[in-house]
T-cell receptor, first 112, second 119 residues
Framework: EDKVVQSPLSLVVHEGDTVTLNCSYEVTNFRSLLWYKQEKKAPTFLFML????IEKKSGRLSSILDKKELFSILNITATQTGDSAVYLCAVVRGGGNEKLTFGTGTRLTIIP | GAVVSQHPSRVICKSGTSVKIECRSLDFQATTMFWYRQFPKQSLMLMAT?????????EQGVEKDKFLINHASLTLSTLTVTSAHPEDSSFYICSARDPGGAGGIETQYFGPGTRLLVL
């Protein structure tokens, strides 16, 4: 059974700090890993990663995948209160299924 | 691009009634849509994969006769919770893949969700 583990489960930091969120996985026939941000409603897409070592970047957010060690990290620099959310990691298995298996998420709280 | 809508956003119903939730891809065609359920402070659990023009594929433990899925067109999938009970109260979210989108074929875009409360 596919498994996605995120850490920490929750994190509280001050505005301006940098945070690193972790996602490790075990999946048969790995295809890709996705990061989502969930505030009060449904998740919004952040990044999709398929290749090791290639950093994806969007503003203050960046992410990288290590397919050898089976993990990914999501970095947020100069955090703002608007970054407060649950960050979800999901993996996609190949083979035509393309289902997402989600981790439990990391709840990030930014204190002004 | 890649906008997914859901309707209604919130519904309250009496036990024993049926509730239909619609999921639409607004600016792309989706041959496959997904239905998830999320309990408070928990992650998303896939319920079923909805395929346009064919039967849905349900995850283990999900009753197909209770959660009816219809994917009648390339932009619309519906989930009907039949004979709803209080334990069906949850946040239901749909998603769709946009093969032509910037995120690639695997990326799912989520609707805003439907909060169901069964009294």
């Amino acid at each position: 059974e596919d498994k996605v583990v995120q850490s920490p489960l929750s994190l509280v930091v001050h505005e301006g700090d940098t945070v690193t969120l972790n996602c490790s996985y075990e999946v048969t026939n790995f295809r890709s890993l996705l990061w989502y941000k969930q505030e009060k409603k449904a998740p919004t897409f952040l990044f999709m990663l398929t290749s090791s070592g290639i950093e994806k970047k969007s503003g203050r957010l960046s992410s990288i995948l290590d397919k050898k060690e089976l993990f990914s990290i999501l970095n947020i620099t100069a955090t703002q209160t608007g970054d407060s959310a649950v960050y979800l990691c999901a993996v996609v298995r190949g083979g035509g299924n393309e289902k997402l298996t989600f981790g439990t998420g990391t709840r990030l709280t930014i204190i002004p | 691009g890649a906008v997914v809508s859901q309707h209604p956003s919130r519904v309250i119903c009496k036990s024993g009634t049926s509730v239909k939730i619609e999921c639409r891809s607004l600016d792309f065609q989706a041959t496959t849509m997904f239905w998830y359920r999320q309990f408070p402070k928990q992650s998303l659990m896939l319920m079923a994969t909805s395929n346009e023009g064919s039967k849905a594929t349900y995850e283990q433990g999900v009753e197909k006769d209770k959660f009816l899925i219809n994917h009648a067109s390339l932009t619309l999938s519906t989930l009907t919770v039949t004979s709803a009970h209080p334990e069906d109260s949850s946040f239901y979210i749909c998603s769709a893949r946009d093969p032509g989108g910037a995120g690639g074929i695997e990326t799912q875009y989520f609707g805003p969700g439907t909060r169901l409360l069964v009294l």
